[in-house]
Antibody
Framework: EVQLLESGGGLVQPGGSLRLSCVAS????????MTWIRQAPGKGLEWVSA????????EYLDSVKGRFTISRDNSKNTLYLQMNSLRADDSAVYYC??????????????WGQGTMVTVSS | EIVLTQSPGTLSLSPGERATLSCRAS???????LAWYQQKVAQAPRLLLY???NRAAGIPDRFSGSGSGTDFTLTISRLEPEDFAVYYC?????????FGGGTKVEIE
């Protein structure tokens, strides 16, 4: 059974930083393409970033480019999202998600339970 | 980016009825790059269909999908009590991947 466990969310002031973590089990982590998808309170889903399995290439939503960095530690089966220069509109539940298939954009087949990020003064 | 528009916003139906949900794309996503997800209250989304019509593992056959190009449909043949939720379509053929705004299927 695949399990994804996120942590690291919390309350941060505008301009601040947070690092989200996602520990994966039940998969050969190093070969999987992993993504972060967020959902603002009461809103829909928004893809944020992807880290491709194999070549470790990265993809970002335009609005987070230069502020967020996705990375992984295969020895710890852990995915990260370093978030800097946070803004109020980054407030959301952040989900760690695996990608099935050959393309990094989806579909998204295993989801963690999410971790809440609130950016507010 | 490709904008996905889902309709209706809310669908009020009774258990046992048929639900038909629409997803329209601002440009073609082909026939294989469209997925559907179900999200229940306070839960993470769950993949239902991919490639427009292929059911994900463990998804019952009352869920079916069709369409290509810019127009796609999710059909739930007979609603079960556990099917009342929000449904999202998603395209993954163009960057960035995008989601529709969702259709809420509620009990009438």
């Amino acid at each position: 059974e695949v399990q994804l466990l996120e942590s690291g969310g919390g309350l941060v002031q505008p301009g601040g930083s947070l690092r989200l973590s996602c520990v994966a089990s039940g998969i050969t982590f190093s070969s999987y393409t992993m993504t972060w998808i967020r959902q603002a309170p009461g809103k829909g889903l928004e893809w944020v970033s992807a880290l491709r399995g194999g070549d470790d290439g990265t993809e970002y939503l335009d609005s987070v480019k230069g502020r967020f960095t996705i990375s992984r530690d295969n020895s710890k089966n852990t995915l990260y999202l370093q978030m800097n220069s946070l803004r109020a509109d980054d407030s959301a539940v952040y989900y760690c998600v695996t990608v099935t298939g050959n393309y990094w954009g989806g579909p998204f087949n295993n989801w963690g339970q999410g971790t809440m990020v609130t950016v507010s003064s | 980016e490709i904008v996905l528009t889902q309709s209706p916003g809310t669908l009020s139906l009774s258990p046992g009825e048929r639900a038909t949900l629409s997803c329209r794309a601002s440009q073609s996503v082909g026939s294989t790059w469209l997925a559907w997800y179900q999200q229940k209250v306070a839960q993470a989304p769950r993949l239902l269909l991919y490639g427009a019509s292929n059911r994900a593992a463990g998804i019952p056959d009352r869920f079916s999908g069709s369409g290509s190009g810019t127009d796609f449909t999710l059909t739930i043949s007979r609603l079960e009590p556990e099917d009342f939720a929000v449904y999202y379509c998603q395209q993954y053929g163009n960057s960035p991947p995008t989601f529709g705004g969702g259709t809420k299927v509620e009990i009438e």
